[in-house]
């Protein structure tokens, strides 16, 4: 059965007190289910901007898209994750991720590691979260038993299958890193990395929700015009394969939401996250999407 659609904002750009309360009420006044945090140097640190998300909003739920968890050790992060679902209420979803910025495991002072040992840490760090939740004498206790709702990102095979085994969320980016280089996922190889998490996900008695990020959003009523403008960050991709691209939100309301329901068709993506300069824009397409 197909899902309803759900929306997240993620506050990618730091802001301070009182600018930051504004910023995560206006994104509840849009209709956004979710305000989520990233985990980046440079940024926001996310479990304080989740509770004053949390504090300055009634209806949306708050989130890490995603957690680094190479910045974190698990003992700790199980403190903040059930801390934080009590302070909000019980509104908190945990995403988790490998890391995959050398300059800032750098700048942390932490080893780069492999992709393959990254995915360990991971789920070594997972295994122990939700060892240390499950746990009816863990002090601090969250709201939501045994653990918030989880969100897993990522589009490599290991990845893809922890999800599919463990993620109540399946993220997936539309892009992989290849070389230092982030590179976009054509349609078509974005329907081969859903059809491979499908795979893995066969034996799932309830099937997890599917989220994408999409990367840009721009309301206009030339949509090829706008996609010229992008096509010196996609030099490899012609203009009709750009028009195509499942992480581009280009065109007239309108058309920005049939892309979108015919995306739910295709894909299954009914969790649909944007970057917080697109907020306002895609605001609008929210109000056309909502319900459906």
């Not at 199980?78 to 300059?103: C, M, N």
């Amino acid at each position: 059965m197909m899902r309803q659609f759900r929306f997240g904002v993620s506050m990618t750009t730091p802001a301070e007190g009182e600018e930051w309360r504004k910023r995560c009420r206006r994104a509840e006044e849009l209709g956004y289910d979710v305000i989520l945090v990233p985990d980046h140097l440079g940024m926001v640190a996310p479990f304080p901007a989740m509770i004053a998300a949390a504090d300055a909003t009634e209806r949306p739920r708050v989130g890490t898209f995603v957690l680094n968890t190479a910045f974190w050790n698990p003992a700790l992060l199980a403190r903040e994750i059930a801390t934080t679902d009590a302070l909000t209420g019980g509104r908190l979803e945990i995403g988790l991720g490998t890391g995959y910025v050398p300059e800032e495991h750098e700048r942390a002072g932490l080893e780069f590691l492999p992709p393959g040992r990254r995915v360990d840490h991971m789920r070594h760090t997972l295994d122990e979260i939700e060892r240390l939740l499950s746990d009816e004498e863990h002090v601090p206790r969250g709201v939501q038993r045994p653990r918030p709702p989880l969100l897993l990102g990522g589009n490599g095979d290991r990845m893809l299958r922890m999800a599919a085994e463990r993620a109540d969320i399946a993220a997936f980016t539309g892009a992989r890193t290849a070389g230092g280089a982030l590179t976009v996922l054509t349609a078509d190889e974005l329907d081969g990395r859903v059809a491979a998490y499908g795979g893995y996900a066969a034996g799932r008695p309830r099937p997890a929700e599917l989220n994408l990020l999409l990367q840009v959003v721009t309301v206009t009523d030339d949509r090829r015009a706008a996609v010229r403008e992008l096509l010196p960050r996609v030099p490899y991709l012609s203009e009709e394969q750009a028009l195509d691209l499942p992480l581009l939100a280009v065109g007239t309301v309108g058309q920005i939401a049939d892309q979108l329901r015919a995306q739910r068709e295709r894909y299954g993506f009914s969790y649909l996250t944007v970057l917080d300069p697109s907020m306002e824009a895609f605001g609008r397409v929210i109000e056309e999407l909502r319900g459906m």
